[in-house]
């Protein structure tokens, strides 16, 4: 696998403050454990722009993994499908660090979509994607609400 830390200028994952906050919070209160949500929205002209988050369950149960259970993220697909939305990103939280982990790499192969890393030790944020095995950072656009 190739890793490339050069922002894929076209793309860019668009969020508010307050979908931010709301993913940090999840974090704070799933600590130590790490938080998932999914994101959801639209890709429009490389923009992945985020109109909501949805947290989920961390069936894992784990420092260092997140397992969201499969019933509820097909209720979630099928919801945000029936309101003309896609999920297009996954966010989950790491103790330290904001780069994809060897699992995560693993399932961003199977799901396409923008993966978002928030490191709780600096209350940072990253964003990737895999296009056809190489890692891309994605750009990361925050807007007041």
């Known amino acids: 696998m190739i890793w490339r830390t050069n922002y894929l200028s076209e793309i860019a994952l668009l969020v508010t403050e307050n979908q931010m ?13 790490e938080s998932c949500a999914l994101l959801l929205g639209n890709l429009v002209n490389n923009e992945y722009r985020v109109k909501m988050t949805k947290r989920m ?18 209720k979630a697909y099928q919801w945000s499908s029936a309101n003309g939305l896609n999920v297009i990103g996954v966010y989950h ?5 904001s780069n994809p982990s060897n699992t995560d790499l693993t399932f961003m192969k199977i799901n396409p979509v923008i993966w978002l890393i928030y490191d709780v030790s600096s209350s940072t944020y990253n964003a990737f994607l895999l296009v056809q095995d190489t890692l891309e950072e994605i750009r990361i656009e925050v807007s007041k609400d």
Do not use: I, Q, T
């Not at 784990?62 to 499969?70: L, Q, T």
């Not at 939280?93 to 660090?97: A, I, K, N, Y």
């Open 93 to 97: 939280s790491h103790l330290v660090g």
């Open 57 to 74: 369950e961390n069936m894992a149960h784990s420092k260092y993994s997140f397992n969201m259970d499969p019933d509820e993220l097909m």
């Open 21 to 33: 906050s709301a993913l940090a919070r999840y974090a704070k209160e799933d600590f130590p454990n």
